[in-house]
T-cell receptor, first 114, second 116 residues
Framework: ETGVTQSPTHLIKTRGQQVTLRCSSQSGHNTVSWYQQALGQGPQFIFQYYREEENGRGNFPPRFSGLQFPNYSSELNVNALELDDSALYLC?????????????FGSGTRLTVV | AQSVTQLDSQVPVFEEAPVELRCNYS??????LFWYVQYPNQGLQLLLK??????LVESINGFEAEFNKSQTSFHLRKPSVHISDTAEYFCAVRTPYTSGNTPLVFGKGTRLSVIA
């Protein structure tokens, strides 16, 4: 059983640029959630994808968008990067309507915006 | 909406001493409760969870947490810590799903530092 894989592990971008982060879900999972963890803070829910559609969203602006692919992998896209977007971005996969505790997290992508 | 308060941002403790990491939550509906651990430069690992039933839940590495509904708390305890327990610990809640998976709401974390 493979876990959740995220790429890249680290990334440095300039303010105003766009970035794409990638996530491969755990085998058998069909739902992907993205969280933003700023330095010294707990993770905050960005959005969730199920059946290739957004299925819930936290308090994040539209420049945060995502995709889910038929193999359940996912991308997080952030446009017009701001300095405050610097954070660890965590992907979590789960089974829709499955185990209530069945979130498996990846190791994250550390994004630095300069 | 739910919220989670972790009352201590940092907890230093000597090796083999007991530790308690405090967590209080706020919710107008019933919730599921979780503790996650994050080691340096890693993602989150589930430590233990409370869904229903016995209010005392245990992990395989000696941690335990007790759900107290009247106090709206879910404190994490370990009777004797090891150096390897040094990490960031996050308390989280989520509501039982009705039409889908509900997101986790996390506290700000408690950094446990075990001193030799």
């Amino acid at each position: 059983e493979t876990g959740v894989t995220q790429s890249p592990t680290h990334l440095i971008k300039t303010r105003g640029q766009q970035v794409t982060l990638r996530c491969s879900s755990q085998s058998g999972h069909n739902t992907v959630s993205w969280y933003q963890q700023a330095l010294g803070q707990g993770p905050q829910f960005i959005f969730q994808y199920y059946r290739e559609e957004e299925n819930g969203r936290g308090n994040f602006p539209p420049r945060f968008s995502g995709l889910q692919f038929p193999n359940y992998s996912s991308e997080l896209n952030v446009n017009a990067l701001e300095l405050d977007d610097s954070a660890l971005y965590l992907c979590a996969s789960s089974l829709f309507r499955g185990n209530n505790y069945g979130y498996t997290f990846g190791s994250g992508t550390r994004l630095t915006v300069v | 909406a739910q919220s989670v308060t972790q009352l201590d941002s940092q907890v230093p403790v000597f090796e083999e001493a007991p530790v308690e990491l405090r967590c209080n939550y706020s919710s107008s509906v019933s919730v599921y409760l979780f503790w996650y651990v994050q080691y340096p430069n890693q993602g989150l690992q589930l430590l233990l969870k409370y869904l229903s039933g016995s209010t005392l839940v245990e992990s395989i590495n000696g941690f335990e947490a007790e759900f107290n509904k009247s106090q709206t708390s879910f404190h994490l305890r370990k009777p004797s810590v090891h150096i390897s327990d040094t990490a960031e610990y996050f308390c989280a809640v989520r509501t039982p799903y009705t039409s889908g998976n509900t997101p986790l709401v996390f506290g700000k974390g408690t950094r446990l530092s075990v001193i030799a």
